[in-house]
């Protein structure tokens, strides 16, 4: 079920609420929202995605059929509902709706104006800058290297599409390490302006308002109906600009899938918990680590960086209990705590994908500061037999570390490694910290959010 819905009993419901002005017009909004969320599901497949687009633009259509059937119910109908009317005849979206339900939207009609983008992200400065081609504000023009790119008809299946990146020819190492990022873009060609996700949003946002009118007219509430024990109750919506749910705001994300390039199948981007605020746990991983003794601020933060002795010491008895550290993002504005994430992942397509969802997080909150920590594997620079150096992570002579990464939207880095050698059946040795360079040693998972903070004006990234 798509974020939001309502209960299916009660979206099926032919009689919703009995108070309802317009209770077939409410049901056909209701449509429209879950249509949405299906065309969305269904967006890399071209024919499901026609499918479910027709459905939504007859749920849409339909909604206004049963105002005008329902008028009696609405009070002073026929002085309220022309001046919707002209509003729904000034408007571009509004009127294509109007002309796509008397012909709905043919294979034809998608293939001319939409587009499919296939990339190959070698490193995370392809998934950077892809990131930053997808956010609304202007950006500079960074090509992020030489990664293979290339348009192709948006109607050819995923197979098809992978037919033609075999005919790249690319090199074994190229295959195995990197990440096939397909994003797909549909347009009709009555509205090419417009992607059609984004055209349907705006559809549902006039039309929730419509509605939301004729329920203050009759001084009834405007909400999702759930069905509790056989009694319809109010779940009220929560609603962004012009009438839009939150969970129909369209994004790159939800245009695009990646895959594993040597496989052909979908990189999970690895998984995300939010951490929330829990006095009682805090006391349990008190007690357990010994955080007690960890460092304590004396004074107020003036930066970002002024914070970082406490995470310090927190990694530091962490390691000491002989536990996996494990790999935590936090998120600031200023020197505010934000919001805090566990991440995982399994290799490095997974890997890549995860930082484009992280700087999508950051590109949405307007976060300009992170400090990112977790246990990393270290070895020395060695090519294998193709010239590509070996990762870290499998070269026999590695070593163990937790390492701290600070960085503001400013530019303003700091960075600390604390090593750790692991002992069978004793506890590790954990070393002293380290101060890191961060002119010369990189992190480039942190690079997409980079490309996020490049396209924000110099004023806004400023100390």
């Known amino acids: 079920m ?3 819905a309502p209960d299916e ?6 009689e919703p609420s009995p108070q309802c002005p317009t ?5 056909r909004l209701e449509e429209v929202h879950r249509f949405w969320h299906e065309c969305a599901e269904g967006y890399q497949d071209p024919e499901e995605f026609r499918i479910k ?5 007859q749920a849409a259509r339909n909604l206004t059929f049963a105002l005008q059937k329902e008028k009696d119910l609405i009070p002073d ?8 009317q002209e509003t729904m005849k000034a408007d571009p979206v509004m009127k294509w709706l109007h002309d796509a339900r008397t012909h709905i939207v043919h294979k034809g009609d998608l293939e001319t104006q939409s587009q499919a983008i296939v990339r190959v992200q070698i490193d995370y400065s392809d998934a950077g800058q892809e990131v930053a081609e997808g956010l609304p504000q202007p950006f500079s023009k960074d090509t992020g290297g030489d990664a293979p790119k290339f348009n192709t008809n948006p109607m050819l299946t995923l197979e098809e599409i992978l037919a033609k990146v075999d005919e790249l020819h690319l090199p074994t190492r190229i295959l195995r390490e990197s990440t096939l990022s397909i994003e797909r873009r549909w347009v009709d060609t009555d509205i090419p302006n417009m992607e059609l996700l984004d055209v349907l949003a705006h559809v549902y946002g006039v039309l929730n308002q419509i509605i939301h009118d004729a329920h203050d007219r009759a001084g009834l509430s405007h909400s999702l109906m759930v069905d509790v024990d056989g009694e319809p109750v109010p779940v009220p919506e929560i609603e962004t600009e012009e009438g839009r749910l939150p969970c129909m705001v369209t994004s790159r994300a939800i245009r695009t899938i990646n895959l594993r390039l040597i496989e052909g199948k979908v990189a999970t981007g690895g998984k995300m918990w939010s951490i929330e605020p829990d006095q009682a746990g805090a ?8 955080l007690d003794k960890v460092e304590k601020l004396e004074a107020q933060p003036e930066s970002l960086f002024d914070l970082l002795p406490v995470y310090i010491s927190s990694a530091q008895a962490i390691a000491q209990s002989g536990e996996e550290h494990g790999w935590f993002m936090f998120f600031f504005r200023g020197r505010t705590l934000v919001g805090q994430q566990i991440l995982a992942v399994r290799d490095a397509a997974d890997k890549r994908d995860l930082s484009q969802r992280v700087a999508e997080i950051v590109a949405i909150n307007r976060i300009d500061g992170v400090i990112e920590i977790g246990e990393v594997w270290q070895a020395p620079i060695t090519p294998d037999s193709e010239g590509a150096f070996v990762r870290p992570a499998v070269h026999p002579d590695r070593t163990e570390a937790i390492t ?23 506890k590790p040795v954990v070393g002293n910290v380290v101060e890191v360079d961060t002119e010369t040693a990189k992190n480039n998972f942190l690079e997409p959010i980079r490309r996020v903070w490049a396209t924000w004006p110099k004023t806004e990234t400023e100390p």
């Open 2 to 4: 798509p974020p939001g």
């Open 9 to 14: 009993s009660s979206a099926m419901n032919d």
């Open 23 to 27: 209770p077939t017009g409410h049901k």
């Open 53 to 57: 687009l027709n459905a939504c633009i």
């Open 77 to 84: 109908f026929n002085n309220w509902y022309p001046a919707w």
């Open 283 to 290: 006391e349990r991983a008190a007690r357990k680590y010994g």
């Open 404 to 426: 701290i990464w600070a960085e503001t939207a400013s530019g303003l880095k700091r960075s600390v490694m604390i090593p750790i050698t692991r002992r069978r059946l004793r």
